[in-house]
């Protein structure tokens, strides 16, 4: 089972420069997420999307825009790179059932020059 | 102030000690709190749910306390396994119910 799967794992911009992170999630899940992850910072949320056509700022959504374009798939996009965004970056999913559960990518890291 | 807050550690413990971490939260109408684990370089992936009442897995227990807003989590006969980060997340109520904010994470290191 793939789970969450996000693209590319590795990128490195110059500043100024656009680029989109991709992530799609084949469990069937309503909410996804946008994180990023700096030394000492913990997971900082980025944008979220409750349901399919639905966005939210997170706690930093400056410099960053997201589209959800289906249920699986949550894009995020920098449309022009800062050093201040280098970082990993997480995206993950979660069913209205149960415990509520994330589930996780496996990150993608990006350098900004 | 951060909404969730951690001590960022980290904890050096032994081999078979008992360590206990918390972790305040700053909106009093949160519903939902989780343990994740995060291990170098790597995702993070759920530990537990802590539950009003509290709750038991195998050497985890996890606490939540309302009156004062914070959660804890107590690892018995620590692991080598165990050493990782340990985050805690907390939902909001109504608008906020599925916005998942993340604490710093608390570093454990399990020593031989």
């Known amino acids: 089972n793939a789970g969450v799967t996000q693209t590319p794992k590795f990128q490195v911009l110059k500043t100024g420069q656009s680029m989109t992170l991709q992530c799609a999630q084949d469990?069937?899940?309503?909410?996804m997420y946008w994180y990023r992850q700096d030394p000492g910072m913990g997971l900082r949320l980025i944008y979220y999307?409750?349901?399919?056509?639905?966005?939210d700022k997170g706690e930093v959504p400056n410099g960053y825009n997201v589209s959800r374009l289906n249920k699986r798939e949550f894009s995020l996009r920098l449309e022009s790179a800062a050093p201040s965004q280098t970082s990993v970056y997480f995206c993950?999913?979660?069913?209205?059932?149960?415990?509520?559960?994330?589930?996780f990518g496996e990150g993608s890291r990006l350098t900004v020059l | 102030r951060k909404e969730v807050e951690q001590d960022p550690g980290p904890f050096n413990v032994p081999e078979g000690a008992t360590v206990a971490f918390n972790c305040t939260y700053s909106?009093?109408?949160?519903?939902?709190f989780f343990w994740y684990r995060q291990d170098c370089r790597k995702e993070p992936k759920l530990l537990m749910s802590?539950?009003?009442s509290g709750n038991e897995d195998g050497r985890f227990t996890a606490q939540l306390n309302r009156a004062s807003q914070y959660i804890s989590l107590l690892i018995r006969d620590s692991k080598l396994s165990d050493s990782a980060t340990y985050l805690c997340?907390?939902?909001?109520?109504?608008?906020?119910?599925?916005?998942?904010?993340f604490g710093t994470g608390t570093r454990l290191k399990v020593l031989a």
């Open positions: 999307s409750a349901s399919e056509g639905t966005t």
């Open positions: 909106n009093s109408a949160s519903q939902s």
């Open positions: 802590v539950y009003s």
């Open positions: 469990m069937n899940h309503n909410s």
């Open positions: 993950a999913s979660r069913n209205r059932e149960a415990n509520g559960e994330l589930f």
């Open positions: 997340v907390v939902n909001g109520k109504g608008s906020g119910t599925y916005k998942y904010i």
